[in-house]
């Protein structure tokens, strides 16, 4: 079974950066990707950006360009990191980003990391 652990949350004034990071441990060779999700109050979850088991990487239209995710895999393959390192970040970025990870049977899901972006 997977889990995810997200961390890097926290308060930042506009135009600050983040570095979010997730934690995956227990069955990687499976996940077909690694997904970054926000939400924000009143509003549905989005998927903020993507990185699949071959590298290929997306990006939603609202942090293209401000936004990176990237992956750092152990030694011994039984564990990674996936980073989104958030730049330039304004009041609409608020939200609680959550780690999902999509493998045959489902998705697996963090508990989620609170993002404030406030003056």
Known sequence: QVQLVESGGGLVQPGGSLRLSCAVSGGIYSIYSINWYRQAPGKQRELV???????????????????????????????????????????????????????????????????????
Not at 68 to 75: E, P, V
Not at 90 to 103: F, G, I, P, W
């Open 49 to 119: 950006a993507t990185i699949e088991s071959n590298d290929e990487i997306h990006y939603a239209g609202s942090v293209k360009g401000r936004f990176t995710i990237s992956r750092d895999d152990s030694t011994d393959n039984t564990k990674e990191t996936v980073h989104l390192q958030m730049n330039s970040l304004n009041v609409e970025d608020t939200a609680v980003y959550y780690c999902n990870a999509e493998r045959p049977e489902g998705d697996y899901w963090g508990q989620g990391t609170q993002v404030t972006v406030s003056s």
